[in-house]
């Protein structure tokens, strides 16, 4: 048996280092941000965060005791240019600036989102003041994100809701109940943009037609946080 001499290099060159926090019961966000962050130069590091198999405002806040943790597995040696804590209503009940500091305390990481704050800075980049939202959870989860949103000066006019708390059944809603309730929230009155509600939810492939369909910008959990993520590292962010 030989033992064999190696040589180290620097770091790949790569344009940005990014990384999630995503829920242990999450099925869809790693998937739809490497279709909304294809570059195969910028990296993407994943940590997962124990959650509840049914989203309620109690098992959200027993996350907020599993954030420092979840930050910590990332990799030590990696510097990051952005990490998201991938969870809109998490953020809402946690608060933002708590996640956020959670988080830079336990990685290397210049910026600190998560979807709350993607989707406040991006409706501030649109000047959109007005969203139809849509939520896969029962009306009660989403409420403290609709106050959230209107202390950002934010209105949720329309709002419908699925009515369901098991994060297995949330990844399974398909396209056409999706289409008809972006639909509803569209037809219910004047709105700039039509939100689409949690990571789990399955969207990125309806966003554009349905964009084309309502004549207002269709925005989701995902394609908001990607949004930020890349305009916080320097990155193209026309994704809409």
Not at 29 to 47: C, F, G, N, W, Y
Not at 48 to 56: F, K
Not at 108 to 122: E, F, G, Q
Not at 169 to 174: A, G, L, Y
Request: proline share 3%.
């Amino acid at each position: 048996m030989k033992k064999l001499t190696y040589q180290i290099e620097p770091t790949l060159n790569q344009r940005a280092t990014l990384g999630l926090i995503v829920l242990s019961e999450d099925e869809t966000i790693e998937l739809e941000m490497r279709q909304l962050i294809p570059e195969t130069d910028v990296a993407i590091h994943v940590s997962r965060v124990r959650s509840g198999e049914n989203l309620t405002s109690e098992t959200i806040l027993e996350m907020k005791g599993e954030l420092a943790a979840a930050a910590s597995l990332l990799p030590k040696s990696a510097r990051f240019d952005c990490v998201a804590y991938a969870c809109t209503s998490g953020t809402s009940v946690i608060g933002a600036d708590i996640v956020h500091r959670l988080v830079a305390e336990n990685c290397d990481a210049t910026h600190v989102t998560d979807p709350l704050s993607a989707l406040i800075a991006y409706c501030q980049h649109a000047k959109a003041k007005r969203l139809g939202f849509l939520s896969p959870y029962r009306a009660d989860v989403s409420t403290t994100l609709r106050q959230r949103l209107s202390e950002a000066n934010i209105e949720t006019p329309s709002f419908a809701y699925f009515g369901e708390d098991h994060e297995a059944t949330v990844v399974r809603i398909n396209a056409s109940s999706i289409i008809s309730g972006a639909r509803e929230i569209a037809r219910s009155g004047p709105i700039d943009a039509v939100f689409l509600s949690c990571t789990n939810l399955r969207t990125s492939t309806l966003i554009a037609s349905l964009s084309n369909e309502l004549s207002v910008p269709v925005l989701s959990s995902n394609s908001v946080l990607a949004w930020h993520m890349r305009h916080l590292s320097k990155l193209n962010s026309d994704i809409f």
